[in-house]
């Protein structure tokens, strides 16, 4: 198998990982193994779904940061931590540097597995929550 494949399977492996860890930790907060088949359904779908929405907007807020939209936040922080260090705001530099510099550092990374694996859980949790409207919701 190529190398490529591998780090890629294990990319989707951590990531399937880490949403099945937040969707166990959904069901046992909620008792799963004490309740009825109605229930044990919901709790189900509202793990699923948690973990997807939890892993999409992680990826959505990765794709906003390798942009560069939080980059005025941390100028403004670092110049923040610079007016109490002595001497700190005379290396200060303007924004359009400090911008250019930090863009020019950024390496562009591919975490689609992310917003894969958290679109598909969230697809789960929601084909779980027809299933239980359709099965046991009583109008």
Same mark, same amino acid.
């Given at each position: 198998?190529? @190398?490529?494949?591998?780090?890629?399977?294990?990319?989707?492996?951590?990531?399937?990982? /880490? @949403?099945?860890?937040? +969707?166990?930790? /959904?069901?046992?907060?909620?008792?799963?193994?004490?309740?009825?088949?109605?229930?044990?359904?919901?709790?189900? +779908?509202?793990?699923?779904?948690? +973990?997807?929405?939890?892993?999409?907007?992680?990826?959505?807020?990765?794709?906003v940061s390798s942009e560069g939209a939080l980059i005025g936040i941390s100028f403004v922080l670092r110049n923040v931590v610079l007016t109490f260090i002595p001497m700190g705001r005379a290396r200060q530099e303007r924004y359009a540097d400090y911008r250019a510099r930090k863009l020019s550092e950024a390496k562009k990374r591919n975490n689609s597995c992310i917003l894969v694996t958290g679109l598909f859980f969230l697809i789960i949790g929601v084909v779980l929550t027809l299933i239980w409207y359709v099965k046991f919701y009583n109008v």
């Open positions: 198998m190529k @190398e490529e494949t591998k780090v890629k399977l294990i990319k989707y492996g951590v990531c399937c990982g /880490v @949403e099945l860890l937040i +969707a166990f930790l /959904v069901i046992w907060s909620k008792g799963f193994f004490t309740q009825s088949a109605a229930v044990n359904v919901q709790i189900l +779908a509202d793990a699923f779904f948690v +973990a997807g929405i939890l892993m999409s907007l992680f990826a959505g807020m990765m794709y």
